[in-house]
DNA sequence: AGGCGCGTTGCGCATCTTGCAACAGTCATT
DNA sequence: AATGACTGTTGCAAGATGCGCAACGCGCCT
């Protein structure tokens, strides 16, 4: 909406790739090298852009410190994280939080496993959205038609055999998924990886972001992981209580 | 430089403090609400501004993985990630690859300790620039007045009765850590914390990044910590020497 | 030396942004 | 239910602001 703000923005994603000199940053949006440069320069004051040794830009440091902060400001995350400490201490898996937002999904928290195989993921990272089981207890909970609309405009790669491979699978996944209360991804992102998760629900009972427990077959298998299926609802259960209100925890 | 990228980007720090409506961020700004709208929208467009259910503004998910792209494209990030991990593998200590850019010290890259009792600090979170053994050691490699000027510049918060007090012995540690080609933290930051580090140096020897073992004390004593200095400086420089093209790493 | 490639600057024109004022919802109050 | 206050939203005209051009400076390679 607004021309100079659009084009400094699309600068961004542009960098992101790799860094790029002023030359390959203006032909690529189609403006002038003055124009590219004035843009750059203020993205430069304000830290989201950085110049390196050999004069080429590359995202800069104020990105991460932003990214950094708007994290620590997501009140689930601050309120869920003790939980999902302690959960971790209890069953020793890995332990993701994740939230959905305009079409992806996010890990915003993790507890790392205390096994020393360990599953690769890191937060702010988008989550494969057709197969993981926090992406499903989050689109299962959406409107309707949105919930409709956006597993039409998704990709369906097939990570496994047991990926999901479209959207009416999708659909009707989400459908059980919703009606059940949680969610699995048995081996449908990497062979050998399996997740439980449960919803966590603010005061309106709309689903605001949910957790999971990971583990690699090599560990435990996926009958054995189930297992623990109650122990994740509790725990779901409670920073959904402190979340909405209703269980007022200790002070801080 | 160009106003209206300006102003748009200011917005960013200020949603980076909390959820704030259009007549805060236009008051924030000195605009008119008219204008903020404007701006919001063209941020919302590229993501990095959501727009919650009460209306209200946060800082959008796109800010997250472009912060993760970012770092994924680190060409020293890559290199080092192997080396770190199997330094960890060999002490069981939590490990750290940090970066000095534009006044900030940040970490890039962390492998969790082995031992239950764990540090707190996140990828991306910048580094208590005055304390850290590896932020003294990508501020020693500074020239001479850049190094002055920032330590002129800096606060000296008094973590511990151990943290640099100010300026002048900031650049006393650092000139004796430009000498020993190595640093430490005993203490500075958190009290029981102590760190060693070690740099990386590209092809022209200047300092690129930087990499630590930290452990808390009930772990080990720092005298036992400083037994791992040879092996940190041997990763380091396995490091500097693969980064600098010197030692080809085996093919990707 | 000469030429090429890149980043940088000043400037006039036109565009895009700005703030206004009026409108449309939503909520609380009377 | 009607009123008012509040917030977000739209269209518009005035002019400030960002635009591309062309020329310059600089380092690098031939």
Redo the contacts between chains.
Sequence with gaps: ??Q???R???I??L?????ADLGQVADRLGVHKSTAL??L???H????V?RQSDQRY????R?????????E?LDVREIAHAHLVRLNEQCGHTVHLAVY??N?V?YIDKV?S?Y?VRMYS?????VAITVAAVAKLLLADLPEHERRALAEKLDYPMYTPRSTPHAAAFLQELAAVREQGWATDLGGHEESINCVAAPIRGADGRVVAAMSVSAPNVVVTADELLTLLPLVRRTADAISGEYSGRTPAEPT
């Design positions: 909406m607004s100079t703000v659009d400094a923005l699309s961004l994603p960098l992101a790739e790799g860094p004035r843009l320069r203020t993205l004051e304000h830290g989201l950085y590359r995202l800069g440091a990105l991460f410190a932003l990214a950094q902060e708007a994290m400001n937002e305009e992806e996010l790392e205390r020393p890191r937060i702010g990272k988008p």
